[in-house]
Each structure stands twice: as C-alpha cells, then as structure tokens.
C-alpha cells in the first residue's frame, strides 16, 4: 500500500497501492457526519466504513456507523457495535451508554437494560446530566419486565405491524403503538399516511405519540389537513406548512428562566426541570402553553419539579423569585403534572429543538 508519510511529506510503498492523504479519515468521518444529516444513510455508512478500513478515531467512526443502523433500521447490528464500544470502553461511556439502553428499550429487552442500571446506579458515579434520564429508562422498564414478561421476551414483528395494524392501530396500548410508529419511520407510502392522519386525530391517543405521528407528516411534507384536540385546545393544521420555532422559541425563554435561578442552586435539578418542560411542550405539539408567559410557566416548571422528587419547597419565594401569582403558579404547575401522566414516558427522549 502507498501511503503518504505526514512527517516527510513523502510515500511509501506497500503492496496494495492505496494512498492515504494527509487528513483522509478525517474527511472521510465528517462527509460521513454531512450525509448523516442529509438522511443519506447508506453513503454515510460508506464513508465511514472507509475510514474504519485505517483504524483511526475509532469512537468517532463506531459513533457514526451506530447512527447510520438506527437510521437504515438495523437496530440488532446497532445494539452489537454500542455494545462493543462499552465493553471496549471506546467513546464517552455515559453517552454511549444512553445509546445503548435506547436501542435495547426499541428492541423490548427490558430485563436487560433494567440488570445494567442497577449495576450502574449503584456505583453512584452517574453524570447529572444522565441522571434523570436513567431512572426514567429503569422505571419504564422495570415496569415492562413486572407487568408484560410474555411481550418482553417476544418484541412486535414488523411484517405483521404494517400489514395487519393499521385498521386497528388506535386500539393498541401506548408501546405497541410506539413500536408501529418507529417502524412507519422507514416507509412512505398512502396507507402510512392514512394511518398517520387518523392516529393523531384520535384524542383517544397518547398526546405525545400524536406529536410524534404529526411530526413525521410533517416531515413527509402531507398537505393534507388535520383535526387534532389536545388538552382543551383546538385547531385544523396543514402537517407540511407547520413549523415548530414558535413553540422552540417561547420553551427556550422558560428555559433561560429556569437557568438564572436554578442552574446555579441545584445542575441536577435544572437538568430534570428542563427535561420535564420540554416533555411538556412535546406533547402539548402543535400548541403552545396558555397564556404565552415565560415567568409564570417558569415558576410553574420549577415548583412541578420539586414536587416530582418530593422536595419541600415555598410557593411564595418561588413566586416571588418569577414575579408572578402563586395560585396561577400553582395551577399551571398541577398542568404539567397532569399532561406528565398522560404521557406515554418511553418517548421522552424526544423533543423538536
């Protein structure tokens, strides 16, 4: 193989006649990260597979050909190499980690993510910002692994999903639903988009999957109009003419809101109160929180979080700290609790920022 000696500025030769230029695998790796981001999963794969062949930035290039299974829906082939990264400590491990329970929750291995967070949990060496997270990945599935062991252990067969599903997929529980939908992800075709339609126009259905369902409408550009309810507000959309910045913008407000008083008192904390709002929002999808004001929904975030990890807390200093009325405050706070438990939690991991 001809390779050029970056110390030198000079090739060598070896037997297979391949040159690898000054900064090649790194090319390779960020046309790989640019496909990636154009949905193109198998030139991504390409790419990457071609920088492995030089065993250079292994995390980066097992990282992006993760990314690439989960995106071609080889989720078995994409649990293998996340494993292999954490077995072979390459990579962040925490991130990693998320990754991989992620992929072990889609796949229904529940008893398996549940044996790996009671080991890691109890090293009590978890990262704040996974914290949160993690217990709701144990939660979840400890609850799978106590009340459907038969389902646990015979995860959905995507064949029977997309041909005998979709007439009655309104009647199925949250996860098979959840299920069906991220396997709809790699199709397009009238019957997904007649499901689609109908699934996020029955307010019978888990408030964030519709957002998830109207979310890949939108994506697949329907112009087709839909009805959809949630929580005593009312509109008629066009799935490709919607856009999320509005929502993004007013939860990033909260958000900063939330920083200035609380980010420095409690990180943890922050994290947890961050990810609970911005559940919120997601199902809340395609509203926005009424009335549009970022103090009062602040205050509302902070006071739910408390409660959520039965910490004491004073209504009036943390009104007082977001200027706005305690019973408001209150209520509001109660809202977010509610829309919480009507929300399916394996989904959580998702939001449109």
């Given at each position: 193989m001809e390779r050029y000696n970056t110390m030198s500025g000079k090739k060598t030769e070896s037997s297979d006649n391949i040159v690898l230029y000054p900064g090649l695998v790194k090319r390779l790796?960020?046309?790989?990260?640019?496909?990636?981001?154009?949905?193109?999963?198998?030139?991504?794969?390409?790419m990457f597979e071609q920088a492995e062949q030089y065993d250079a930035e292994p995390s980066q290039?097992?990282?992006?050909?993760?990314?690439?299974?989960?995106?071609?829906?080889?989720?078995?082939?994409?649990?293998?190499?996340?494993?292999?990264?954490?077995?072979?400590?390459?990579?962040?491990?925490y991130d990693i980690l998320q990754i991989h329970l992620s992929l072990l929750v889609q796949l229904g291995r529940y008893d398996e993510v549940v044996e790996m967070l009671d080991v890691v949990l109890a090293e009590d060496r978890l990262p704040a910002k996974h914290a949160e997270s993690f217990y709701q990945l144990l939660h979840f599935s400890?609850?799978?692994?106590?009340?459907?062991?038969?389902?646990?252990k015979e995860p959905l067969s995507e064949e029977l999903d997309l041909k005998e599903t979709y007439d009655d997929i309104n009647e199925r529980d949250s996860l098979e639903q959840w299920h069906f939908l991220q396997q709809m992800r790699k199709h397009n075709n009238p019957a997904d988009i007649?499901?689609?339609?109908?699934?996020?126009?029955?307010?019978s259905n888990d408030p964030a999957l519709r957002s998830?369902?109207?979310?890949?409408?939108?994506?697949?550009?329907?112009?087709?109009?839909?009805?959809?309810?949630?929580?005593?507000?009312?509109?008629?959309?066009?799935?490709?003419?919607?856009n999320a910045d509005e929502q993004q913008r007013f939860g990033n407000a909260v958000v900063e809101q939330l920083e200035a008083r609380l980010a420095?008192?409690?990180?943890?904390?922050?994290?947890?109160?961050?990810?609970l709002w911005w559940q919120?929002?997601?199902?809340?999808?395609?509203?926005?929180?009424?009335?549009?004001?970022?103090?009062?929904?602040?205050?509302?975030?902070?006071?739910?979080?408390?409660?959520?990890?039965g910490l004491p807390f004073?209504?009036?200093?943390?009104?007082?700290?977001?200027?706005?009325r305690v019973q408001q405050m209150l209520e509001k706070g109660e809202e977010i609790h509610f829309v919480e438990t009507e929300t399916f939690q394996g989904i959580s991991g998702h939001s449109f920022r």
């Open positions: 790796i960020e046309k790989g990260m640019e496909a990636l981001k154009e949905k193109d999963a198998k030139k991504a794969l390409t290039i097992l990282f992006g050909k993760a990314l690439c299974y989960v995106e071609l829906g080889k989720l078995d082939d994409a649990v293998l190499l996340t494993d292999q990264m954490l077995r072979n400590d390459i990579g962040n491990y400890r609850q799978m692994v106590e009340d459907s062991p038969t389902y646990i007649r499901t689609l339609l109908s699934f996020v126009e029955s307010e998830y369902a109207l979310h890949m409408l939108t994506m697949h550009k329907v112009e087709k109009r839909v009805r959809i309810r949630k929580f005593d507000q009312e509109a008629e959309v066009i799935p490709a003419e919607l420095v008192e409690n990180p943890s904390l922050f994290k947890m109160a961050e990810q919120f929002l997601y199902a809340l999808y395609p509203f926005t929180p009424k009335p549009e004001q970022k103090d009062l929904w602040a205050g509302a975030v902070h006071v739910a979080v408390h409660e959520s990890n004073d209504e009036e200093e943390i009104a007082g700290m977001y200027n706005c």
